[in-house]
Nanobody, 123 residues
Framework: QVQLVESGGGLVQAGGSLRLSCAAS????????MGWFRQAPGKEREFVAG???????YFADSVKGRFTISRDNAKSTVYLQMNSLKPEDTAVYYC?????????????????WGQGTQVSVSS
C-alpha cells in the first residue's frame, strides 16, 4: 500500500493561488499515474487533475486553464498548482496513486489515497 501525504492547503482570497504537494512512500515513483480529487461539503468526491507515467496531463473542465499538475519523480512528489482560485474551489483535496501507469478520471482508477488537505477560498 502506497502512503501519500498532502500538504499546502489553506485559506486564500478569490483570485489567489496555492500549490499543493503530495509525497509518496515509493522508491520507484515514475511508473505510477497520480491524480488529485476534491470533495466539497455535501458533494461527491470529484476528479480534478491527473498526470500519467509518461508525463501527460489531463484536467476536469472546471479547472482547465487555472490548475496545472506536475511531478518530480526524484522526490516521489506530485504537485497541484492552483491559480485564479474561486470560492467554488473550496474543498478537501486528495492525492491518489493510480492502479496503472495510465489511470483515468474515476476513483476506481486509483488504489491509494492521502488523508486530504483543506483548501478554502473566500470571496
Amino acid at each position: 500500500q502506497v502512503q501519500l501525504v498532502e500538504s499546502g492547503g489553506g485559506l486564500v482570497q478569490a483570485g489567489g493561488s496555492l500549490r499543493l504537494s503530495c509525497a509518496a512512500s515509493l522508491r520507484t515513483f515514475s511508473p505510477y499515474a497520480m491524480g488529485w480529487f476534491r470533495q466539497a461539503p455535501g458533494k461527491e468526491r470529484e476528479f480534478v487533475a491527473g498526470i500519467r507515467s509518461d508525463g501527460s496531463t489531463y484536467f476536469a473542465d472546471s479547472v482547465k486553464g487555472r490548475f496545472t499538475i506536475s511531478r518530480d519523480n526524484a522526490k516521489s512528489t506530485v504537485y497541484l498548482q492552483m491559480n485564479s482560485l474561486k470560492p467554488e474551489d473550496t474543498a478537501v483535496y486528495y492525492c491518489a496513486a493510480g492502479r496503472t501507469p495510465f489511470a483515468g478520471t474515476k476513483e476506481a482508477d486509483f488504489s491509494s489515497w492521502g488523508q486530504g488537505t483543506q483548501v478554502s477560498v473566500s470571496s
